[in-house]
C-alpha cells in the first residue's frame, strides 16, 4: 500500500500535468484561433494598406488578444502624413487600423530649406528642388524655430500660425485651394492673399475669414467674368470688397 508521502507526490504530479496540459491547450487553442489572420486599413489615400501594417508592426503571427494599441499608434505616426484614429478587433482573429491621412495644403522656406505642411501647421516633409509645389499654398511671414517632420512648426509669433490655420482652414472648406497662389502672415493684423489670376487681397485682422473670403471669390469670379486687371482688394471689413488698380 502506497504511503502518504507517495499519495502526495503521485498528487503533485498529476496537478502539474494537467496544468501543462491546459497550458498547452491553451497555446495550441490561441495559435490556432486568435493569431491575426488578416490585417485591413480604412482611411488611406495615398499610402497602402501594406505599409500602414508594415508601420503599426502588424503581421499574421501576433496574438490577437494580446494586441497593444499605444505601440500601433506609435508605429503609424512615424509616418508624419498618417494620425491613427483607432484599432478595431473583430473577433476571432482579424484586425482593421482605422487611420487619416494628413496633406500638404502649403509650403514654406525656413531655416535653410523648403516644407511641405498641413492645414494645422504638421511639418510633413522637406521639398526637394525638383518637387512640385504647383498645387501647395506658398505661405509666407511665419517666423518659425524648429521644422520637426511630424510635429507643429515652432512658430515665434503664435498670432502668425494662428492666422495660417484659421484662413486655411476655411480655404479648404470653401474648397478654395486652387484659386490662390500665395499668402502672407507676417502681421496678423492685416493677412494677405494673393490669387492665381494675380489679384493682391488683404484681409484685414485675422478673423471673420468666411465672410471676407466668401465677398472676395465673388469679386474673383467677377473679374475672370467682365475681364478685370489685375489690382489691389481691400477684404478687411466683412461683407465689402474695395478694388484698386
Given at each position: 500500500m502506497?504511503s502518504?508521502q507517495?499519495?502526495?507526490?503521485y498528487?503533485l504530479r498529476?496537478?502539474l500535468?494537467i496544468l501543462?496540459?491546459?497550458?498547452?491547450?491553451?497555446?495550441v487553442?490561441c495559435?490556432?484561433?486568435?493569431t491575426?489572420?488578416?490585417?485591413?486599413?480604412?482611411g488611406n489615400?495615398r499610402?497602402s494598406?501594406g505599409?500602414?501594417?508594415?508601420l503599426?508592426?502588424?503581421?499574421?503571427h501576433?496574438?490577437w488578444?494580446f494586441?497593444?494599441?499605444?505601440?500601433?499608434?506609435t508605429?503609424?505616426?512615424s509616418?508624419?502624413?498618417?494620425?491613427?484614429?483607432?484599432?478595431?478587433?473583430?473577433?476571432?482573429?482579424r484586425?482593421?487600423?482605422?487611420?487619416?491621412e494628413?496633406k500638404?495644403?502649403?509650403?514654406?522656406t525656413?531655416?535653410?530649406k523648403?516644407?511641405?505642411?498641413?492645414?494645422?501647421?504638421?511639418v510633413?516633409?522637406?521639398?526637394?528642388?525638383?518637387d512640385?509645389v504647383?498645387d501647395?499654398i506658398?505661405?509666407?511671414?511665419?517666423?518659425?524655430?524648429d521644422m520637426?517632420?511630424?510635429?507643429?512648426?515652432?512658430?515665434?509669433n503664435g498670432?502668425?500660425?494662428?492666422?495660417?490655420?484659421?484662413?486655411?482652414?476655411?480655404?479648404?472648406?470653401?474648397?478654395?485651394?486652387?484659386d490662390?497662389?500665395?499668402?502672407?502672415?507676417?502681421?496678423?493684423?492685416?493677412?494677405?492673399?494673393t490669387?492665381?489670376?494675380?489679384?493682391?487681397?488683404?484681409?484685414?485682422?485675422?478673423?471673420?475669414?468666411?465672410?471676407?473670403?466668401?465677398?472676395?471669390?465673388?469679386?474673383l469670379?467677377?473679374a475672370v467674368?467682365?475681364?478685370?486687371?489685375?489690382?489691389?482688394?481691400?477684404?478687411?471689413?466683412?461683407?465689402?470688397v474695395?478694388y484698386s488698380?
Amino acid at each position: 500500500m502506497p504511503s502518504r508521502q507517495q499519495v502526495k507526490a503521485y498528487s503533485l504530479r498529476t496537478v502539474l500535468l494537467i496544468l501543462v496540459l491546459a497550458a498547452t491547450a491553451i497555446f495550441v487553442v490561441c495559435e490556432l484561433l486568435f493569431t491575426v489572420r488578416s490585417v485591413a486599413v480604412e482611411g488611406n489615400e495615398r499610402i497602402s494598406s501594406g505599409e500602414v501594417a508594415e508601420l503599426a508592426g502588424l503581421t499574421e503571427h501576433h496574438s490577437w488578444l494580446f494586441l497593444r494599441e499605444d505601440a500601433i499608434r506609435t508605429g503609424i505616426e512615424s509616418n508624419p502624413y498618417l494620425v491613427f484614429d483607432r484599432l478595431e478587433k473583430v473577433f476571432p482573429n482579424r484586425v482593421v487600423l482605422h487611420v487619416k491621412e494628413r496633406k500638404p495644403r502649403a509650403w514654406l522656406t525656413a531655416l535653410g530649406k523648403r516644407y511641405a505642411i498641413d492645414e494645422e501647421g504638421i511639418v510633413l516633409s522637406v521639398l526637394g528642388e525638383g518637387d512640385d509645389v504647383n498645387d501647395l499654398i506658398a505661405l509666407t511671414g511665419l517666423t518659425v524655430r524648429d521644422m520637426s517632420l511630424g510635429s507643429r512648426a515652432t512658430y515665434v509669433n503664435g498670432s502668425q500660425m494662428h492666422a495660417y490655420t484659421e484662413l486655411m482652414s476655411e480655404i479648404l472648406v470653401q474648397n478654395a485651394a486652387a484659386d490662390f497662389v500665395s499668402m502672407n502672415v507676417a502681421d496678423s493684423s492685416n493677412v494677405y492673399l494673393t490669387s492665381v489670376s494675380g489679384f493682391e487681397i488683404s484681409l484685414g485682422k485675422a478673423e471673420e475669414f468666411r465672410a471676407k473670403l466668401l465677398s472676395v471669390r465673388g469679386v474673383l469670379e467677377y473679374a475672370v467674368q467682365y475681364g478685370l486687371a489685375p489690382g489691389g482688394l481691400d477684404a478687411s471689413v466683412p461683407g465689402y470688397v474695395t478694388y484698386s488698380p
